[in-house]
């Protein structure tokens, strides 16, 4: 009997589906052996040696695990294909006492009986260089989290954390909320003309004054421009007919992936995260037992093998016709620092359709399963083309553009159309009619209207993965964990899909900006990224990476801590008074959280806990039904919003009552202290004696 080692329990069904009868696979349930939780455990003296001790809830399942071993004629380890999972397995070969050089090791990056034969007949040493890899990142991180936590504890407020990526991913979060704040909106005015020619209608946008592109900036230049047109001829001055492609998308990566799932599905990273180890590890379909559906998820490869590669395309054929594969296969590129260790995600069979698992899929398996397998088709369909005409037209000085664009062959888009941000407010051209030039065009309308510039939009967990993978900090594995542990300990809030990052999450960038600015950045931290992936490719020694950020850290630690600078809040005087001499309580911040302590201190030394008032709703949310409750913004204004943040998006400025507008069916909204009206049509009516508002929420 053979034993394989595995990671998840999840999978120990679906692999024993394709190793037969004379292996046994046993699940370690994660790590076995790390640093522990409750020491710093890195000899600093001693070339960073790491001090790894058993994990005390695992002795039980290693004790089994020893037995199991023992019994058996190999033991084959075949944890997770990347870093994390080859470091795991030389921890496991460790408790075991098998030698890391030996073919001990075996990974696939599907769990289907192809990948796994393949797999079992080509047994690997533990590769060192990974393992090595991770430990450098797992050393740098415990020094980051032990060393410069304590001293934010110290300095602002305490039990704060601090990471090496997870400060940068909230730095980026930060300094995109200043730069909202500090943008200053410029007003401009757009003149566009309204145009019917054989019942279709088009518009047309002013554009230049003479020779020079216009800019609008106020009502009294837009009106001057509509009194010169006001008699003015529209006479089409210049035709332009072109052709457009638009090449397919590549495969998932990871970050790709969720950011399409909450762009597309509304996943949160948490959930796309879960659904996706599900679809990898396997689940239950029906008449076939457990089957793993999807690649290994964490990859930041757009590669994939050939066999997929031509079964995609069969099936496309099958389906849509020879026209819709190009003549070659597409092949996509990946980024410059990728680390390419697998291919990218796709579905492990294309036989195996989203319809004919849809009835055993949770709900978000089944999105999340049907986004990936319908972007890996798309991925090996030809171009989309367009058809395209751009008019110039002549109004006296003045010239104005229409634009039509009409899809002549759909190729990748007949399966999926890519989300990009301009799909919120912006639809592609629709077609004009036919037209000639020095024809004069009827004009119905022109309008002039008042708008405004916007300043950049808030992240979201999908943009802010975006970013991180452009600017190189952090990788595959670490996104989703990295970002949910923002809002987890409340340096972030949720507002909708946007991330809005807390006073105390603006209190810890600016301390770090004024301490650590050296390390806790976009350039040094994506830095390091590159030299932990020379490690991996044997270029550098682990140590030596680990001892150039230590000897840059330490000093910066040592300054920090010995400044007087501290930024944390100011005691705040209560209505409460202390019951033992009469003076007011005071709110303060401990290790523990908020509590009340007699203003009177050291004369008097009484504390107690603080309960926070308990926040009344003021009605139910007309999307979901649960409870709406007033907030402020960041400038103190209130608005209301549901309780279900993350959720659902419902935000009004106006109190919802609860009931419905007669009129209409939308909701209705209490306006000021005696008027009701609707939050969409033209209906209000007068508040009734009687009202479940509160007025003092």
Avoid at 315 to 330: A, R, S
Wanted: proline share 4%; glycine share 4%.
């Amino acid at each position: 009997m053979k034993l394989v080692v595995i990671e998840a329990p999840a999978k120990r069904d679906t692999l024993k589906k394709y190793l037969g009868n004379g292996y046994e696979v046993f699940a370690t349930k994660g790590h076995i052996r790390d640093l522990p939780a409750k020491s710093f455990s890195i000899d600093l003296n001693n070339n960073y040696e790491p001090h790894y001790e058993i994990n005390p809830d695992k002795k039980s399942l290693i004790a089994d695990l020893k037995r199991k071993a023992a019994a058996a004629d190999e033991v084959l380890i075949a944890t997770d294909p990347d870093r994390e999972g080859e470091a795991i397995s030389w921890h496991v070969a460790h408790v075991l006492g098998l030698d890391p050089n030996d073919k001990c090791r075996i990974q696939f990056n599907e769990i289907s009986k192809k990948a796994v034969v393949k797999a079992l007949e080509e047994p690997r040493a533990i590769d060192l260089n990974l393992v090595n890899a991770q430990q450098a990142r797992r050393v740098m991180d415990r020094i980051v989290g032990y060393k410069l936590s304590p001293i934010l504890s110290k300095k602002i407020a305490p039990k704060l954390s601090a990471g090496r990526v997870q400060s940068v991913a909230l730095k980026l979060v930060v300094e995109r909320e200043i730069e909202i704040e500090n943008f200053q909106k410029e007003e401009y005015w757009t003149v566009t003309a309204q145009h019917e020619k054989n019942k279709i209608k088009f518009k047309s946008a002013l554009t230049n004054h003479k020779t020079k592109k216009i800019k609008i900036s106020n009502r009294e230049e837009a009106d001057k421009v509509l009194a010169d047109l006001k008699e003015a001829d529209f006479v089409v001055e210049n035709i332009k007919k072109s052709n457009t492609k638009s090449h397919a998308p590549a495969p998932f990566t990871t970050s790709t992936m969720q950011q399409d799932a909450l762009n597309k599905l509304g996943m949160s990273l948490k959930k796309t995260t879960m659904a996706a180890q599900e679809l990898y590890e396997g689940v239950e379909i029906k008449g076939e037992g457990k089957l793993a559906l999807i690649t290994y998820i964490r990859t930041d490869s757009t590669r994939v093998s050939v066999e997929a590669q031509n079964a995609c395309r069969d099936f496309v054929v099958q389906k849509y016709g020879k026209d819709y594969i190009p003549e070659k296969p597409n092949i996509y590129a990946s980024k410059k620092n990728a680390q390419d260790a697998h291919e990218a995600i796709r579905p492990i069979s294309m036989q195996m359709t989203p319809d004919m698992v849809k009835d055993s899929l949770s709900k978000d398996n089944y999105r999340l399963y049907k986004l990936i397998y319908e972007r890996f088709i798309a991925s090996q369909m030809s171009e989309a083309q367009y058809s395209n005409v751009n008019v110039t037209i002549k109004a006296n000085d003045y010239t104005f553009k229409a634009s039509g664009k009409t899809l002549e062959f759909a190729g990748f888009t007949a399966v999926y159309k890519e989300f990009t941000e301009e799909d919120k407010e912006k639809q592609d051209s629709g077609k004009l009619p036919q037209l000639s030039e020095n024809e004069i065009l009827e004009v119905f309308e022109i309008k002039e209207e008042q708008k405004f510039t916007k300043p950049p939009a808030r992240f979201t967990e999908a943009s802010l993965v975006k970013a991180m993978e452009e600017k190189g900090i952090g990788r595959p594995a670490t996104y989703a964990a990295t970002i949910t542990i923002l809002t987890a300990r409340s340096y972030c809030t949720k507002d909708g899909k946007s991330l809005v990052p807390t006073e105390l999450g603006r209190k810890i960038i600016e301390y770090l900006d004024k301490f650590f600015s050296g390390v806790i950045n976009v350039k040094f931290t994506a830095h390091m990224e590159n030299r932990l992936d020379d490690i991996a490719e044997n270029k550098d020694e682990w140590q030596s990476v680990v001892d150039s950020f230590w000897n840059g850290f330490k000093g910066l630690l040592k300054n920090a801590d010995a400044s007087s600078v501290t930024m944390k809040s100011a005691p705040v005087e209560t209505e409460e008074v202390c019951e033992l001499c009469g003076h007011k309580m005071l709110l303060r911040e401990g290790r523990y959280g908020k509590f009340l302590g007699c203003s009177n201190f050291p004369k008097c030394k009484n504390v107690k806990p603080f309960e926070a008032p308990e926040k009344k709703a003021v009605g139910k949310c007309p999307n979901c039904g649960k409870n709406v409750f007033a907030l402020k913004t960041k400038r103190g204004k209130t608005f209301f919003a549901c309780e279900d943040r993350s959720g659902c998006n419902f935000m009004s400025w106006d109190a919802p009552t609860g009931d419905l507008c007669p009129n209409c069916g939308k909701y209705l909204v209490k306006k000021g202290s005696k008027l009701i009206r609707c939050s969409s049509c033209d209906f209000k009516t007068e508040v009734q004696a009687e009202t479940n508002f509160d007025e003092k929420n």
